[in-house]
């Protein structure tokens, strides 16, 4: 099983529905836990952090599932503007701390 | 807000050139990291620096080099280019974690992440 998998996608999703995706992990050592959003031929972009409790960010609302092992990021009614790559990110502890991302789940908005 | 800037948007370089990307922070982050980013690989940590002078090998370090003279400036040398490094390098800065030394166990190293603009190295 891959450190971190996220489904690539694309999810074409109409304007105004809600979408949601997850990211697994498998160790089950992480400790952090985040959301980034990148544009085609842009940089990756903080979107969120994923804290235990879960948190929202207006339309944005990230979860997670220490017991499966997962995160989720739920976009309410999307905008266009939402097409983007989702990347998450997870901060596995141990001997060599390190962060691991997925290659990112590609959404698409359709008008 | 947080400002990373890398020193080239596009570059074209020749087999065998010494290759130098440049990265520069402005937020006094004590930690910067060089990624790469291919298609269906997606990021890739190359090396990363904890303090100045500091340097450790993230997951595929061969062919490359780093330099960290000064805090805000994380430099990235490929010594001999070849056309296998052609792809997108992504630098980035985070602060730091719940303790100042990144060797206590509460360290939290790279969290929340800031990333430059990326350089679009092509190597013929």
């Known amino acids: 099983r891959k450190e971190v998998e996220q489904d690539p996608g694309p999810f074409n999703v109409p304007e105004g529905a809600t979408v949601a995706f997850n990211c697994t992990y498998s160790n089950s050592a992480s400790q952090s836990f985040f959301w980034y959003r990148q544009d085609c031929r842009k940089e990756p972009k903080l979107l969120m952090s994923?804290?235990?409790s879960g948190n929202e960010d207006g339309r944005f609302t990230a979860q997670l599932n220490r017991a499966s092992q997962y995160i989720s990021l739920l976009i309410r009614d999307s905008k266009l503007s939402d097409s983007a790559t989702y990347l998450c990110?997870?901060?596995?502890?141990?001997?060599?701390?390190?962060?691991?991302f997925g290659k990112g789940t590609r959404l698409h908005i359709l008008p | 807000d947080v400002k990373v800037t890398q020193s080239s948007r596009y570059l074209v370089k020749r087999t065998g050139e010494k290759v130098f990307l440049e990265c520069v922070q402005d937020?006094?982050?004590?930690?910067m990291f060089w990624y790469r980013q291919d298609p269906g690989l997606g990021l890739r940590l190359i090396y990363f620096?904890?303090?100045?002078?500091?340097?450790e090998k993230g997951d595929i370090p061969e062919g490359y080099s780093v330099s960290r003279e000064k805090k805000e400036r994380f430099s990235l040398i490929l010594e001999s280019a070849s056309t296998n490094q052609t792809s997108m390098y992504l630098c980035a800065s985070f602060a730091g974690g719940l303790a100042a030394s990144p060797r206590s166990p509460s360290y939290i190293r790279g969290g929340e992440q800031y990333f430059g603009p990326g350089t679009r190295l092509t190597v013929t």
């Open positions: 937020m006094d982050h004590e930690n």
């Open positions: 990110a997870v901060n596995i502890r141990g001997r060599d701390d390190k962060i691991i």
């Open positions: 994923v804290y235990s």
């Open positions: 620096s904890y303090d100045v002078k500091m340097k």
